[in-house]
Nanobody, 122 residues
Framework: QVQLVESGGGLVQAGGSLRLSCAAS????????MGWFRQAPGKEREFVAS????????AYGGSVKGRFTISRDNAKNTVYLQMSSLKPEDTAVYYC???????????????WGQGTQVTVSS
């Protein structure tokens, strides 16, 4: 089992920045690919970003590319999502996910965190 705990969410004005963190425990962190997803009220869960085991390969959803950056620190068992130029449409609950395969959708995600709320005001 892998336990994931997100933090760093909150309320921010449009154009601002936030950094989300996801701390992992339970298994060897560097054996897992990591991802971020988000879900707004009434909408399906959306892929945001992912990173492979070493951090050498990243992928982003089209709506966040160029504004968000995913990174990981295997020594700290933590994955980050740096969010910049935030827009009201980025408002959602953000979830951290872990999987043995490269994550591009929820199907590759074996473990999930509880989520952290991000609210962007206009």
């Amino acid at each position: 089992q892998v336990q994931l705990v997100e933090s760093g969410g909150g309320l921010v004005q449009a154009g601002g920045s936030l950094r989300l963190s996801c701390a992992a425990s339970g298994r060897t962190f560097s054996n897992y690919c990591m991802g971020w997803f988000r879900q707004a009220p009434g909408k399906e869960r959306e892929f945001v970003a992912s990173i492979d085991w070493s951090g050498g390969l990243t992928a982003y959803g089209g709506s966040v590319k160029g504004r968000f950056t995913i990174s990981r620190d295997n020594a700290k068992n933590t994955v980050y999502l740096q969010m910049s130029s935030l827009k009201p449409e980025d408002t959602a609950v953000y979830y951290c996910a872990a999987g043995k395969r490269v994550i591009t959708s929820a199907r590759e995600s074996d473990y999930w965190g509880q989520g952290t709320q991000v609210t962007v005001s206009s």
